[in-house]
């Protein structure tokens, strides 16, 4: 395990890796934990794109992977929370009337059933990570179903099928009656005629896909 310090800010950090390698039979898995640095000024978000924060986190996770010796024929599995954000500034651009970052630690954002539908395509860091990775040489972490390589031309577009997990409240918009949960196939009429419930986000910061397990082209197709 390890921890990072925050070249930018130049102090340490909480944030770390725990690294695991087993040997099963004759094949080695390398399972990797990480926490990478966290969005602490949302206004500082949206003045850049791609942000100094993602820029940070793009430069953790490349040393992670160099540290743990991944590589791409290996099994290697990287989860945690990454703290991958939306491009906010990009995001209340493109839509004025539902986000607004209104201040350093809150974002006035109407969170509806068809977030992830409208948002995801604004959940570009580890399209950008990965982008740089095959300019290097370095190692690529991919999501499960995305097509590897193959999709570098098309930004490795997200695999998220489920709603957003960071910064829930615990809670839900409870409809009446509750049905069921929201899911990634939820639309506008099932929370109004089906009384689907719609988790509940702190209005602090923009909701984002930061919980992920990625692995190498290796552990993918085992």
């Known amino acids: 395990g390890g921890g990072f310090v925050n070249r930018?800010?130049?102090?340490?950090s909480r944030k770390g890796c725990l690294h695991v390698k087993l040997k099963v039979d004759d094949e080695v898995i390398d399972l990797v934990n990480v926490h990478l640095l966290h969005d602490s000024d949302n206004l500082e978000s949206a003045a850049h794109k791609p942000s100094?924060?993602?820029?940070?986190?793009?430069?953790?996770?490349?040393?992670?992977?160099?540290?743990?010796?991944l590589s791409r024929e290996g099994f290697g599995l990287v989860c945690g929370d990454f703290n991958f954000r939306?491009?906010?500034?990009?995001?209340?651009?493109?839509?004025p009337m539902d986000v607004q970052v209104t201040s350093s630690s809150s974002v006035n954002a109407f969170i509806g059933a068809d977030f992830w539908h409208r948002f995801r395509p604004f959940d570009r860091e580890l399209a950008r990570f990965n982008a740089a990775q095959a300019d290097t040489g370095g190692v690529m972490l991919?999501?499960?179903?995305?097509?590897f390589e193959s999709d570098l031309s098309a930004g490795f577009p997200s695999q998220t099928?489920?709603?957003?997990?960071y910064p829930l409240t615990g809670g839900t918009k409870m409809q009446d009656p509750p049905v069921r949960s929201a899911s990634w196939d939820c639309t506008k009429e099932d929370v109004q005629q089906k009384?689907?419930?719609i988790p509940t986000y702190s209005p602090?910061?923009?909701p984002a896909w930061c919980d992920r397990v990625l692995g190498t082209a290796g552990a993918w197709t085992r």
């Open 86 to 95: 939306l491009d906010l500034g990009d995001v209340a651009e493109a839509n």
């Open 204 to 206: 602090k910061r923009m």
């Open 161 to 165: 099928r489920w709603p957003p997990t």
């Open 142 to 147: 991919l999501e499960c179903g995305c097509g």
């Open 52 to 69: 100094r924060y993602a820029i940070e986190r793009g430069d953790m996770l490349r040393r992670v992977t160099e540290a743990t010796r």
């Open 195 to 197: 009384g689907v419930n």
């Open 8 to 12: 930018r800010m130049h102090d340490s």
